[in-house]
Each structure stands twice: as C-alpha cells, then as structure tokens.
C-alpha cells in the first residue's frame, strides 16, 4: 500500500504503511505513551513466526521510551496511529542484536513485525483529561447513579404494590370464609 519509510535514515527500521489508519487518530506522544498492539513477528531470513498476538488474540501494552521493547518499535510506533497496521523491518542493532533471543530469534536476526497501533493511553494517575472530559465523566456517574436510584424506587414501589395485593387476597379470603361459616351455621 504505502512506500517504504527509512526511521532511521540507516535503514535500521524500515515502515511500510499496511493500512491507513483514519485521518484524525490519535498517535502516541509525551502525554499518551502507554501503547496497545497486536503483531506477528517472523524472522526475515527463514519467514519463520517467532512471536504474536494473533493466536490468543491478546494485546501487548507498553510505554514508549522506556526500553522494554526493542529500539525499532520505539521508533516505529511514534511515527503511527491508532488503527494503523505497519510492516516493520528491523535491522538486528534496532532488535535484539548479535546476542540474539534464544532461543527464538539467533543472533543478528533482522526482523521483520507486523504490528497494528490498536490503542495509546495517558499514564495511570495522569492528569491528561481536559475539564470537560473531567466534568463528562461525573456527568455520566450522576446519571448512572440516578438511573440505579429510580430502578431501586421502582423495585420498592413493585414490592409495596404486591404485599398491598398480598394484603388484599388474604382479607378477601377471611371474609368469604367468615361468609361461609355464617352460611353453615344458618342451615342447621
């Protein structure tokens, strides 16, 4: 679909656009750094699959910039968007290098990763939310809490209804038998 992309200007990491994500998704940046992704990863040489999300159908999260993933998808997944799906071909000094990942990927692997951006995140306990995404969300409590005090209003006034019906068929039942007993006593 979309040409290839040299990240590094050494052909380190290599981006090619899969599919487009939609014009006004959101990328990661300082303030959304915790990343979402699915990916299959294959060895360049052999094509071998030597890791992916695909199977389970989990996502991988991260944080970009704090080096628990290899250089190349720090690098790449800056340059995505959430929806985008990008093959990314990675030199081994932007993977694992010549130590390898034993036993999957052997030294100076060049890697190749299919990887879609499903999701990018503030921090927990960040303080990104705009006032009214703030103000939205409470608006959104009180409405669920309102929603679950009328229900429980509902269900007492259900309640009180059927013990009144309740009430109601047991006197119903007294009389007809107080107006049987009487009928009795009379034909004797």
């Not at 959101?26 to 299959?40: G, I, R």
């Not at 009144?164 to 049987?180: L, N, S, T, V």
Request: proline share 5%; with cysteine.
């Amino acid at each position: 679909m979309g040409d290839s992309i040299d990240l590094t200007g050494d052909e380190g990491v290599i981006k090619k656009i899969v599919r487009q994500a939609k014009p006004d998704a959101l990328s990661p940046t300082e303030d959304l750094p915790l990343v979402d992704v699915h990916y299959e990863g294959s060895l360049a040489e052999t094509g071998e699959v030597f890791d992916t999300t695909h199977e389970d159908n989990t996502v991988f999260s991260f944080e970009l910039g704090k080096g628990s993933v290899i250089r190349a998808w720090d690098i790449a997944l800056r340059s995505m968007k959430v929806g985008e799906v990008a093959k990314l071909t990675c030199k081994p000094e932007y993977a694992y290098g010549s130590a390898g990942s034993p036993p999957d990927v052997p030294p100076d692997a060049t890697l190749i990763f299919e990887v879609e951006l499903v999701a990018c995140r503030p921090r927990k306990g960040s303080s990104l939310g705009s006032v009214s995404e703030e103000r939205a969300r409470l608006e959104e409590l009180k409405r669920q809490r309102e929603l679950a005090a009328a229900a429980k209003e509902e269900e007492k006034k259900k309640r009180e209804e059927a013990k009144a019906a309740a009430a109601a068929r047991i006197q119903a039942k007294m009389e007809a038998k107080k107006g049987q007993g009487k009928g009795k006593g009379k034909g004797k």
